[in-house]
């Protein structure tokens, strides 16, 4: 990603001269474009766009982008976010036991990979500690149960704005959320479900696929919503198994379509690469 660049998203019905418009503004204010990418979905009538430009020689503040480009809004209904290459996302991690998503994160948070910042990780066990520690990420056990679920998720809502997160990423963290949780972030909660959604959603999905005889396993990455499993679908992976698997390889073989699937998600949201529509998503190239 360029330095000094910023992104836009738009979303908007669907009609002649919208790219003109847009490429006209930026223009305007003498924008280099260096990528610009969209999408029209002809049944629901609506046009999706990213473009992204370099701010060196832009001469619009982009602390007043939002005036300036309020008109061009309002005259094409649309929807829009910008945002700033030189700001990284701050991103949580959620995880309950199992490590191997949680550690595929950390490792490309790492490399530089991920662009963000990682300000803290929760949990509702200890198991993960030593390793979240180890990169030197600040680790918080909340303790889930039926019986202490509210004051469990103020608790984590009060961890999350002190640190100013911006994207919430469920790596195996084995605990529905609530409709308040869900609705506090929209779009900003990423989880990976260890199947081929929508086959074999909810508990336990190696297991019905293993007694359902399936020659195919998969991986999800999908946002968060009040339905479980139902959440706009970002990424989807599979791989072939035969009858010679049992229960344990598919989850050893799972496991690596789950790392895999998980970490394009939250790359391409870190990257403004992803529009969300009609429960379903646009990813930009």
Known sequence: MN??????????PDKKGLVSA??????????????????????????????????DGFTLPMDDFAAAFA???????MRWQVSLSSRKPRMAIFVSKYEHCLVDLLHRWRIGELDCEIPLVISNHE????????????????PVSK???AEAEAEQFRLLEEAGVDLIVLARY????????????????????????PAFDGARPYHRAFARGVKL???????????????????????RISHRDDVDDL?????????????????????????????KTVVFD
């Open 3 to 12: 330095p000094h660049s910023a992104t836009l998203l738009i979303s908007c």
């Open 22 to 55: 847009i490429a006209n503004f930026l223009m305007t204010y003498n924008a280099n474009i260096l990528h610009a990418d969209q999408h029209q979905d002809g049944e629901a009538k609506l046009f999706l766009m990213r473009v992204q430009w370099d701010l």
């Open 71 to 77: 008109p061009i809004a309002a005259e094409h209904d």
């Open 127 to 142: 198991d993960c500690r030593r390793i979240v520690e180890f990169n030197g990420i600040p680790y918080h056990v909340i």
């Open 147 to 149: 019986d202490n679920k």
């Open 174 to 197: 084995m605990q529905v959320l609530s409709h308040d949780f869900v609705t506090r972030y929209p779009n900003k909660v990423i989880n990976i479900h260890h199947s081929f959604l």
């Open 217 to 239: 396993i998969g991986a999800t990455s999908h946002y968060v919503t009040e339905d479980l499993d139902e959440g706009p679908i970002i990424e989807q992976e599979v791989m």
């Open 251 to 279: 989850v050893q073989k799972g496991r690596d379509l789950e790392k895999v699937v998980l970490s394009r998600a939250v790359r391409w949201h870190l990257d403004n690469r992803l529009l969300s529509y009609n429960n």
